[in-house]
């Protein structure tokens, strides 16, 4: 288990961390998500030893991560960054060296992520001849050459087009199943829909949802009902007692219902005005969920555990 | 395939990442081309200053020629001795006869022809007061000692003259030692510039680029610095050592000084304190380096640390002219100048032991201070990459 817990970090005046906390099965992919200045950086960095926290601590199988222990991590900063002049594939050896490998297991592992990223012919080429979907590429080969147990990667999808996304997926969902916890933050929450097992938001440095979709989607579902009347006169459902209107659209109506309001006085509502050509709950995207949860600021007994 | 297991063991401790990372420096060096373009015209340069004091040591323009006609087994070494002692370099061409002699002259071979006989003639173009007074006085010389032998007077019975110094030491070759320091200097001043900015744009190439951060994931700042200047070091010593025995090898090969005993000592003692300095300005410059996150930033916080070394340059040059002068003894103690004056001093023959103990203790405190305080600084800066970082918030950013 990977575990990140109660973390607290705040530089200067500016509280960027307030006890943010979340724990990731081996096997399993966590998605990070968050507005920008969440502090999903700062959680990752500290993970990384590159921050230090104020209080609280990440473990990994029960052990606090320090600095031998995070020799097995593969990590990849939000910032890229690899020497410009140097050969790829020296550049992916060194980093297998850094790592623990030995001079020849690292020169092998090298040659065979570079191989693998499809990268090949270039690997004789300095990394700043390369496009910046291969750089990334790069990039990732040196956090995966360690064979690491653990990868924490920050924005690792941020500048690459559709095909380098589903090479990257690929390789991630592959440590998956060896059995790498991985987490990575990400703004493309389709991605972290498509790919995670499991998911966490945080805002204004507070872990205020996590768990898997389906269990963020549970929170949220059975709340906001689709309505489709195409000969109802605007406002129709205006006065329905325990129902608001989310928005109105030619008869296209997205309705939240309060508690204990019953869904089939809506429907009974509904056939009075004519023809109902859509009626169910509306399962939310995650960049609802997204964008409700990080919207405004919520108690402490909200926060799913 | 599950997730590799690895016992804490197989993970490298601080030697092996500092190792990793200074073979790194000086493997990316060495595949420089602009690195090993300076080395090369530093060596071509050497050599030439070399070649030019051999010219200038075999007298060069300076030399007269002149033709012997007969006996010059014993007139040609005679003449050359004369001219040596005036400071006149006389080559001595053996010529058949009289008039081979005269061609010679007219052609302006030679300068002068000596006719050697019972009435030795010599001829000229133009009259040569000197020439005229170093043949005459070989001439007779060898008259003189030919007839004593031959009244059977024992030559060797005369007593030579023993040559002793009050200065201790051989006037002239410390003048040569200073010299050879002076070289010398400038040669640590040239490397310590040179190496101290590698150090600043490696740290700030590290930077810039971000890759910073994934190292700093594997290693603490220490033994990233650590590697970076010792990989560096290795490098600026194999230089300096490479340029002193060439030096010295060159020196001795071509007869160039008096005492090589001394002018090895003078090069040890550069080579020592180009490590001593090189230490120093190392850790100065990378904690320099780390508070900018551009290259082009970078003059602006070297300057300051280049001026103090130019300053140290020129004292100890002064320093040559006048090795116990106050200017010059003060600042060979001074940690950051010592290492361009005390070498100077030391060469004049002006620096007691003790002067250049307390020098060496002095600048390993000064070492020890930078390391401590510039490493701190590294170490809260590196992760600064917006802008130029104060020395305040850095030393606060440490993370040990």
Known sequence: MLEFDGLRKSFGDIQVLDGVGFSVRPGSMFGFCGSNGAGKTTTMRIAMGLVVPDAGEVRWQGRPLDQQLRRRVGYMPEE?????????????????????????????????????????????????????????????????????????????????????????????????????????????????????????????????????????????????????????????????????????????????????????????????????????????????????????????????? | MTAPTRTPEQTPGSTALVRLVAGREISTRLRDKNFIVGVVLTVVLLVGILGFQVALNSGGGEESRLAVVGDSAQLGPAVEAQGEAVGLDVAVVELADEAAARQALEDEDVDGALLAGARPELLLNDRDSTMEAVVGAAVSGVAISQQLAEAGVDLSAVPEVEVTSLQGDDDAAEQQQVLVAI??????????????????????????????????????????????????????????????????????????????????????????????????????????????????????????????????????????????????????????????????RQAAGEAAVWEVALAVVLMLIAIAAAVR??????????????????????MRGGRG
């Open chain 2, 373 to 394: 305080v510039g490493g701190r600084i590294y170490a809260g800066a590196l992760l600064r990459t917006s802008g130029k970082t104060k020395l305040r918030d850095a």
């Open chain 1, 80 to 305: 890229r960054g690899l020497y410009p002049k140097m050969k790829v594939g020296e550049q992916v050896t060194y980093f297998a060296r850094l790592h623990g490998l030995d001079a020849a297991a690292a020169g092998r592992a090298s040659a065979e992520w570079v191989d693998r990223l499809g990268l090949g012919e270039r690997r004789g080429d300095p990394v700043e001849k390369l496009s910046l979907g291969n750089q990334q590429r790069v990039q990732l080969a040196a956090a995966l050459v360690s064979r690491p147990e653990v990868l924490i990667l920050d924005e690792p999808f941020s500048g690459l087009d559709p095909v380098g996304v589903d090479s990257l997926a690929e390789a991630l969902l592959d440590q998956v199943r060896t059995g790498v916890p991985v987490v990575f933050s990400s703004h493309q929450l389709d991605l972290v829909e498509r790919l995670c097992d499991s998911v966490g938001i945080l805002a204004r440095g507070r872990m205020v949802a996590s768990g898997t979709v389906d269990e963020l989607r549970r929170r949220e579902a059975g709340r906001v009902l689709r309505v489709v009347v195409p000969d109802a006169a605007p406002g129709w459902a205006a006065a329905l007692p325990g129902v608001r209107v989310v928005s109105e659209q030619a008869g296209d109506t997205l309705l939240d219902l309060g508690p204990g309001t019953d869904d089939q006085t809506v429907l009974a509502a509904a056939l009075g005005t004519g023809r109902v050509t859509h009626f169910a709950w509306r399962e939310p995207s995650l960049v609802e969920l997204f964008r409700e949860a990080v919207a405004a600021p919520r108690t402490d007994e909200e926060v799913a555990a």
């Open chain 2, 183 to 344: 070289i010398g200097v400038a040669m640590l001043y040239g490397l310590l510039i040179l190496f101290g900015q590698f150090v600043a744009q490696g740290v700030v190439e590290e930077k810039a680029s971000r890759v910073v951060e994934l190292l700093l994931a594997t290693m603490r700042p220490w033994q990233l610095l650590a590697g970076k200047i010792i990989g560096l070091g290795v490098l600026g010593l194999a230089q300096i050592v490479l340029i002193g025995a060439i030096a010295v090898g060159g020196a001795l090969a071509f007869d160039l000084v008096a005492v090589p005993g001394d002018l090895i000592g003078t090069v040890v003692s550069v080579i020592a304190w180009f490590v001593l300095g090189y230490a120093l300005y190392a850790a100065v410059f990378a904690m320099a380096g780390s508070l900018v996150s551009r290259q082009e930033d970078l003059g602006s916080v070297l300057t300051p640390m280049i001026l103090l070394l130019v300053v140290g340059f020129f004292i100890g040059i002064q320093a040559a002219a006048e090795p116990s002068g106050t200017l010059a003894v003060v600042t060979s103690y001074v940690p950051g100048l010592s290492p361009l004056v005390m070498p100077v």
